[in-house]
């Protein structure tokens, strides 16, 4: 069943099973992406179509939500075909639609005062995409970018543990203990 759009675009319903992830995708989809996916479609179901190349029936964009909707069971989806002169045109259209949608940037004053309302009314606002040591920041109109010392990519991050001891010599034995163990740590006092 095929649905005509405003811009003249035709929404195909087709069987997973027809459909080939990207060859050699640029895009990592790491666990925490899939994650974020997963509640997506789960919460609200598939909002927009895949785009797939019609002569090959691999997916352009789409290639984590389509991983996804498998491990989820679903057997169909929505698509957009595209005609792609050749695997560099396919190639370029795949960089284009992954590129372009990174170099928006959040107004975080709005996102803020999103999130603040999706809170009050009582949304689960790890559905929005963002993890909980973002959701904080964020809820406070702050930068979360710029707090984490990256632009556009949270996996970057770095987390820290600190651990008292009682003198030291058992920070010493800590610090080289852990050093060993190839852990990168650092000696403070305080």
């Not at 640029?26 to 997963?38: C, F, K, Q, S, T």
């Not at 979360?144 to 970057?156: C, L, N, R, T």
């Not at 080289?176 to 190839?182: K, L, S």
Request: with cysteine; net charge negative; proline share 2%.
């Amino acid at each position: 069943m095929a649905k005509k759009d405003k811009a003249g675009l035709i929404v195909e319903r087709v069987a997973l099973e027809q459909l080939k992830e990207f060859p050699g995708n640029p895009m990592r989809h790491e666990e925490r992406n899939l994650d974020a996916i997963r509640r997506s479609l789960v919460r609200f179901g598939q909002v927009d179509p895949l785009v797939v190349r019609r002569s090959t029936n691999e997916v352009l964009s789409g290639n984590g939500r389509i991983r996804v909707m498998r491990d989820l069971g679903w057997d169909s989806c929505d698509v957009v075909f595209v005609e792609v002169a050749d695997d560099n045109a396919a190639k370029a259209l795949v960089v284009s639609l992954n590129k372009t949608g990174l170099l928006a940037e959040f107004d975080y004053e709005a996102l803020s005062a999103i999130l603040r309302d999706l809170q009050t009314g009582g949304f689960d606002l790890l559905d929005t995409g963002f993890a909980d040591f973002e959701i904080e920041p964020l809820l406070h109109g702050l930068d979360v970018k710029q707090s984490a010392e990256v632009h556009g990519d949270f996996s970057q991050i770095r987390y820290q543990i600190v651990v008292q001891c009682h003198s030291e010599q058992e920070q010493l034995e800590l610090l080289n203990r852990f050093t060993v163990e190839g852990i990168e740590c650092r000696a403070l006092i305080s």
